[in-house]
């Protein structure tokens, strides 16, 4: 039974070297694509939401206290809405839901050619108490996660984009 699992292991080995797999961040940070996001400026992004997403990205793009070429840009812009759900019989809202939404090009500075144009998202739900403090608390920390999901998304969608051979 021994010679058949060793026989088995060793050709799924040779069969996945073989897929044409390779890991996107070969080489660490002196890959491709490490150093393609650590050359991604993100402009700047209106409001608190975008405050916060911008920072987000910098610190995922590996841009805090780095002095790399800039050679991409990164253009974000933003839909937070916050909408009323469940209605309880005193008429009174129960649940909010927070969304937020980005729109964003990865634009070659060089050539000017747009290399990414896509869209990234995510929501959550909010319950609404009786403290007002403790609702404007969870409607403030929803939108920071969703700052973080978001950014995270965008980077997964340019990792993907600069890991592509030219």
Do not use: H
């Not at 780095?66 to 649940?95: C, F, M, N, S, W």
């Not at 500075?109 to 108490?129: K, P, Q, R, W």
């Not at 404007?136 to 993907?160: C, G, H, K, M, Y």
């Amino acid at each position: 039974m021994k010679p058949l699992r060793l026989a088995l292991a060793l050709g799924l080995l040779a069969a996945t070297s073989a897929c044409g797999l390779r890991p996107i961040y070969a080489g660490g940070a002196d890959g491709a694509v490490a150093q393609g996001l650590a050359a991604v400026e993100v402009s700047p992004i209106e409001g608190r939401e975008g405050w916060l997403v911008r920072n987000a990205l910098e610190d995922r793009l590996g841009q805090t206290g780095k002095d790399a070429p800039t050679r991409y840009r990164l253009d974000v812009l933003l839909d937070d809405q916050l909408e009323g759900l469940g209605l309880l019989t005193d008429d009174t809202i129960g649940r909010e839901r927070r969304t937020l939404r980005a729109r964003y090009q990865l634009v070659d500075i060089e050539s000017g050619a747009i290399l990414v144009d896509a869209t990234a998202g995510s929501d959550a739900g909010i319950d609404i108490v009786s403290s007002e403090f403790a609702t404007i608390a969870a409607e403030q920390t929803a939108l920071e996660n969703l700052a973080q999901q978001v950014a995270d998304r965008i980077v997964s969608r340019l990792t993907l984009a600069l890991s592509a051979p030219s």
